[in-house]
């Protein structure tokens, strides 16, 4: 929705606001993460583009106006918050094991889950530097492909740094972007704007007849993403069939809640404990999770 820098010369740019809201009303956190990330593309506008204090109100304003598209759901979903605890989830939570990237936070609290804190932001972060490398040595970065590149890369390293530890300070405050919980959502950004600024420079290197191997280079990590997205998917399928199947004859409810631990319940979290100890039940209600 940011590939065609001319339609932000209206105030209103239909598509991307029906993108916003077709996304709230998919899921409301993606989304969230969505305009954080995407919303840096205002400072894009303001160095890079003609008329870019309007291109950058015009974002805000499209974005305004898809979250009224789809106020019909999102005002009732915010009305019915208190039906999953979101106040435990934002208050007493703290993501300390579930960065991208984990260096110090490893040290101090321990593992987490190794395939989405290093094995998919690595591959994401390869494509993205990649292109970015690309995007330095060309010489017109004001037409459509260079546009698209730098409209592309900036929600990419946007997400990068949110889901990194370098982002902490702003998830200890209590603020709507503690319900996302695992700042290592953010990486479905990038996984996606970072494949579309990949391919954008292999496109542009075959255009212009560029070197086989920085096609090359450009190339492989459009690959490795592919397999990466195959190994994520692997290790979800296997996470669900963990997570169905109850431990020591419980189920999942809550003790005296009556609501169901829709993450990571049961065996799987106690697979994803550091100390690999079994989880009997999980206690979202007190947040006694095994891996905190």
């Known amino acids: 929705m940011c590939c065609v820098p001319a339609r932000f010369d209206y105030w209103i740019d239909l598509p991307a606001s029906l993108a916003i809201a077709t996304l709230v009303l998919t899921h409301i956190l993606s989304a969230l993460m969505a305009l954080i990330c995407f919303s840096f593309i205002s400072l894009c506008f303001l160095r890079h583009f003609q008329n870019g204090a309007r291109r950058a ?8 106006f898809g979250l009224m598209l789809s106020a019909f759901y999102l005002v009732p979903a915010i009305g019915t918050l208190h039906l999953i605890s979101p106040k435990y989830l934002a ?9 991208a990237f984990p260096t110090i936070t490893r040290l101090v609290y321990g ?8 094995t998919v932001p690595t591959l994401s972060l390869v494509g993205v530097v990649a292109a970015t490398l690309h995007m330095r040595r060309r010489k017109n970065g004001s037409d459509l492909i260079g546009g698209a590149l730098l409209l592309m890369l900036a929600p990419s390293w946007a997400s990068l740094f949110m889901a990194s530890e370098l982002s902490y300070p702003l998830w200890l405050m209590n603020t709507p972007l503690r319900m996302v919980q695992f700042p290592w ?6 996984s996606a704007t970072g494949l579309v600024a990949n391919a954008l420079a292999f496109l542009d290197l075959k255009c212009t007849s560029q070197l086989r191997l920085r096609s090359l280079s450009a190339a492989l990590p459009l690959a490795l993403s592919l397999l990466a997205t195959g190994a994520a998917e692997r290790e979800n399928m296997f996470f669900r069939r963990e997570a169905a199947a109850p431990v ?4 999942d409810t809550l003790s005296g809640s009556g609501r169901i631990s829709h993450q990571f319940p049961g065996r799987a979290l106690g697979r994803l ?7 009997d039940r999980v206690r979202w209600k007190e947040f006694d999770l095994p891996y905190d």
């Open 57 to 64: 109100l015009s974002w805000f304003v499209s974005a305004g």
């Open 273 to 279: 404990s550091p100390g690999g100890r079994a989880c």
């Open 91 to 99: 208050t007493n939570f703290l993501p300390r094991t579930s960065f």
């Open 248 to 251: 020591g004859g419980q189920d």
């Open 185 to 190: 959502r953010f990486i479905y950004i990038t």
């Open 111 to 118: 593992p987490g889950w190794f395939t989405y804190q290093w």
